[in-house]
């Protein structure tokens, strides 16, 4: 899950980015308007989730909700702001965003309103996400191995490796290449080499041998990489 984070204060933009982090998601975090849709526009990233402060130098976060809404994207926002009057909580509604959280609030009310914009939006994952025997649980962040018991396998994995493996939960049986996943998975301004991605699969490979999973991801010499899943549609 890849969130679009706009605050113009340093201190808590890095605050909830950490907190997004460490929940597994990819965060982009920026601090103005206009950089911010510079973002939305780029076509090789895409946004599951955009959290945006009310005011931004720039364009506000009311103005980008407008303008989102004016192309018909559905991408959820979660606007922040320290206005609390409900004159001003219609105005962010009617803007076009999804929920409303006043300054100052607990980073666990931000998830909690994270994880429920997730539950009830159509543009984001399901709960689950199954691709053969590996089951990934958005509301645990974990990932299981079903046995041929019934049972589940907790897989161990990092950030990373977790953020990896449901990008390619998410397009089974097809081809990604190494600029596709990088571009979906690390941060705009991540200062990555040349070789992270197959890296970054190495590791996840010796991760899902623990469970017999790691043949799945297949090495397609010349064009990228492939997770094999039997009966998936191609």
């Given at each position: 899950m890849r969130v679009l984070l706009v605050e113009d204060e340093p201190d808590l933009g890095t605050a909830i980015k950490r907190t997004l982090n460490q929940e597994k998601y990819v965060v982009d975090l920026v601090f103005n308007g206009t950089e911010a849709w510079d973002y939305l526009e780029n076509q090789q990233m895409q946004y599951t989730l955009a959290i945006f402060d009310w005011l931004l130098?720039?364009?506000s976060?009311?103005?980008l909700c407008k303008r989102l809404r004016r192309q018909n994207s559905p991408l959820p926002v979660?606007?922040?702001t320290a206005k609390d009057s409900v004159e001003d909580r219609v105005a962010g509604l009617s803007a076009g965003a999804d929920d409303y959280l006043?300054?100052?609030?607990?980073m666990a009310?931000?998830?909690a309103r994270v994880k429920a914009l997730h539950r009830r939006s159509p543009q984001l994952q399901p709960q689950q996400l199954q691709a053969g025997n590996l089951i990934l649980d958005y509301d645990t962040r974990s990932v299981?191995?079903?046995e041929r018991s019934g049972g589940k396998q907790l897989v161990e994995l990092t950030n990373k490796e977790f953020q990896l493996l449901e990008y390619f939960m998410k397009h089974p049986n097809r081809i990604v290449t190494s600029e596709q996943i990088r571009n979906q998975l690390w941060e705009v301004t991540a200062d990555t080499t040349s070789n992270v991605v197959a890296a970054q699969i190495r590791?996840?490979?010796r991760r899902l041998a623990v469970v017999d999973s790691d043949r799945a991801i297949e090495t397609v010499s010349g064009r990228g990489y492939r997770l094999n899943i039997p009966n998936a549609a191609k």
């Open positions: 130098p720039g364009m976060g009311i103005d979660l606007m922040l006043v300054k100052p609030f607990s009310e931000l998830l299981y191995r079903l590791l996840l490979r």
